[in-house]
């Protein structure tokens, strides 16, 4: 898939942009168009690497969110010509809150040469106690 780079938009925020419609729709395509064949995904930087485009499609319908059951906000923290660093937050809603970190290597036409992802994970925080419920105990 080939999205056209609007005006203003930097190819780290298309990156992410085409990560999100995968992440969505899980369709083998979709994800493809974000690697080169021979790219490297780092589920974390101690972890052994998935090298290779197919593995990495494979990896990731072997093992797909669902859509609807998360959301994901980010900005990106820097970019610069074959370089971006995206922050991140996923929420599985109600069940998993993770604080993310990528960084993406670009080859010059906009695909992963190599992705690497930290994410933390951040206590839920329970819902605050009403007054009603503080008199009661």
Known sequence: ??????IGVT?????????LIA???NDPNDIRALFTED???????????LRGREAIVRSWVDHPDQPGIWSFEWK??????????VRGCTD???RKLFD??????????GRAT???EWFMERPLLEAPESDAQRRDQ
């Open 92 to 94: 599985y809603v109600g």
């Open 100 to 109: 993310n970190l990528w960084i993406v290597q670009l080859a010059e036409d």
């Open 23 to 25: 992440w969505r729709s």
């Open 114 to 116: 190599r992705f690497t």
């Open 1 to 6: 898939m080939e999205l056209e780079r609007g």
């Open 11 to 19: 190819a780290g925020e298309e990156w992410v942009q085409r990560y």
């Open 39 to 49: 790219a490297v995904y780092e589920y974390e930087p101690s972890a052994e690497p």
């Open 76 to 85: 990106i923290f820097l970019e610069r010509p074959g370089l971006a660093i």
